[in-house]
């Protein structure tokens, strides 16, 4: 796309985005009385203005039915969850019984850790990508331990060469093969959530299946924001939360996958609870776990209606959409014109003020853009934040902007450089 830098070429690309409508489904919180200009969905999601009655509606049937609930009403609990595995199945690229809705996101690392983690003599390694969140550093540490290992023989991690700034594909290809004979498991993210790298997960896929080890995904920063295909990529595993991308709220549900190949594995570990029992037996409260065949099967607890509400308000819109396809396109369109905008800052001052670490490659990038200020890094996100401009901010010089196609405009991208640029002048 021939981008300008011009706020009528930002007015004009709103007029004819095909999304554009969705903006007004969501609260956008104020700055000022304004629209503050939000650019922090990778890390929690606007609310949908149809969070509320979502959740009244539970509100309602509990004060109502009470207990009756679960069997009753329009949308009895106990089944409140199979339509959202339906709509989640698209967003990730997989067959409907190869998710479940459950839980949080470390939660669900862990436990398909328990499942897919299983050293066996030589096999005992991680190879994971340098830097990864840090809860799912932590996640893997401890899982190491309990297998009675030291992280520092068992995690492999994988940093970018001297001077670069992300990983290459090759590098990650290359260490797999050079530890196939003692690696059990190879666990990226999707896309990083300090330099936005979108990883490629088929290549990670096929070269972990080759060294003999599982593969496995976290996807909070993909999940909502990139196209993926799990079940075609033949992933073993993966989980993702779903208020960064996908607006179900703070600390909102997460979910998981899990390959069809692995359904008839009834040997596999997995740390159980009745709500993964198989659900047409589950209230016999028969001895004897017995598991829904299928990614239910990893249920382990009760489920939170009020947060499937939540998820529900959310999955509404995405349904409503019509395809990851659609939001995607936008989001390369919009996440491209914040790098034009502020590459023209560059440009126009003849320095590097700011320096976007996330791949220029739109094929290894989601929506978001890490962004190092050289200089005066913090005085500089405090002036977008009293200006309005809600990023969010990693020690020690990054600012991350992540333009979120289903309420973001290419005005809110160009008011943003703008201030961007204002800073600059004004923190001196
Ligand atoms: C956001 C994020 C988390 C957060 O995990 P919670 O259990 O939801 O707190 C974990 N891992 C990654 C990669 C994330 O981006």
């Given at each position: 796309m021939d981008y300008q830098n011009t706020l009528t070429f930002?007015?004009?690309?709103?007029?004819?985005?095909?999304?554009?409508?969705?903006?007004?489904?969501?609260?956008?919180?104020?700055?000022?009385?304004?629209?503050?200009?939000?650019?922090?969905?990778?890390?929690?999601?606007?609310?949908?203005?149809?969070?509320?009655?979502?959740?009244?509606?539970?509100?309602?049937?509990?004060?109502?039915?009470?207990?009756?609930?679960?069997?009753?009403?329009?949308?009895?609990?106990?089944?409140?969850?199979?339509?959202?595995?339906?709509?989640?199945?698209?967003?990730?690229?997989?067959?409907?019984?190869?998710?479940?809705?459950?839980?949080?996101?470390?939660?669900?690392?862990?436990?398909?850790?328990?499942?897919?983690?299983?050293?066996?003599?030589?096999?005992?390694?991680?190879?994971?990508?340098?830097?990864?969140?840090?809860?799912?550093?932590?996640?893997?540490?401890?899982?190491?331990?309990?297998?009675?290992?030291?992280?520092?023989?068992?995690?492999?991690?994988?940093?970018?060469?001297?001077?670069?700034?992300?990983?290459?594909?090759?590098?990650?290809?290359?260490?797999?093969?050079?530890?196939?004979?003692?690696?059990?498991?190879?666990?990226?993210?999707?896309?990083?959530?300090?330099?936005?790298?979108?990883?490629?997960?088929?290549?990670?896929?096929?070269?972990?299946?080759?060294?003999?080890?599982?593969?496995?995904?976290?996807?909070?920063?993909?999940?909502?924001?990139?196209?993926?295909?799990?079940?075609?990529?033949?992933?073993?595993?993966?989980?993702?939360?779903?208020?960064?991308y996908m607006n179900s709220g703070p600390g909102g549900i997460s979910g998981i996958f899990v390959h069809e190949k692995h359904f008839a594995d009834t040997e596999m570990n997995r740390f159980a609870g009745w709500w993964g029992y198989r659900a047409d037996k589950r209230f016999l409260m028969a001895p004897g776990f017995d598991p829904a065949i299928g990614a239910d099967g990893w249920q382990v607890s009760t489920s939170p209606i009020l947060l499937l509400a939540l998820f529900k308000a959310s999955m509404a819109i995405f349904d409503e959409v019509g395809g990851i396809d659609i939001l995607r396109n936008k989001s390369v369109a919009l996440t491209g014109y914040l790098e034009f905008l502020i590459n023209e800052i560059n440009k126009r001052r003849g320095d590097e003020a700011f320096k976007i670490i996330t791949p220029t490659d739109s094929d290894a990038r989601g929506g978001q853009l890490s962004v190092v200020c050289t200089k005066n890094a913090k005085a500089i996100f405090k002036y977008l934040a009293d200006n309005g401009v809600i990023g969010d901010w990693r020690e020690p010089d990054v600012i991350r902007l992540s333009p979120v196609p289903l309420y973001n405009s290419f005005t809110d991208v160009y008011k943003a450089v703008k201030h961007l640029s204002e800073a600059l002048e004004a923190v001196k």
């Open positions: 930002a007015a004009e690309q709103d007029e004819q985005d095909v999304l554009k409508d969705f903006r007004n489904r969501f609260l956008i919180p104020k700055h000022h009385g304004q629209d503050a200009i939000y650019l922090c969905g990778n890390s929690l999601g606007l609310q949908p203005k149809s969070s509320a009655q979502y959740i009244a509606d539970q509100m309602k049937t509990w004060e109502k039915l009470a207990v009756e609930g679960w069997f009753q009403g329009d949308d009895p609990w106990l089944e409140y969850h199979k339509p959202l595995s339906s709509s989640i199945a698209k967003i990730v690229g997989a067959n409907e019984n190869e998710v479940a809705v459950m839980n949080s996101l470390t939660v669900n690392l862990h436990l398909l850790m328990i499942s897919f983690y299983k050293p066996s003599g030589n096999r005992f390694k991680i190879v994971m990508e340098g830097g990864a969140f840090p809860s799912d550093q932590y996640a893997v540490e401890s899982q190491v331990k309990f297998h009675g290992f030291d992280p520092k023989d068992a995690v492999i991690e994988i940093f970018p060469r001297d001077g670069e700034l992300t990983l290459r594909t090759e590098d990650i290809l290359n260490i797999i093969n050079q530890h196939a004979d003692e690696l059990a498991l190879v666990l990226f993210s999707g896309i990083n959530y300090y330099t936005g790298q979108f990883f490629d997960l088929q290549a990670i896929t096929r070269a972990a299946h080759r060294a003999g080890a599982y593969a496995g995904f976290d996807l909070a920063h993909a999940a909502g924001n990139v196209p993926l295909k799990l079940h075609e990529w033949g992933a073993d595993f993966a989980c993702w939360c779903s208020y960064k």
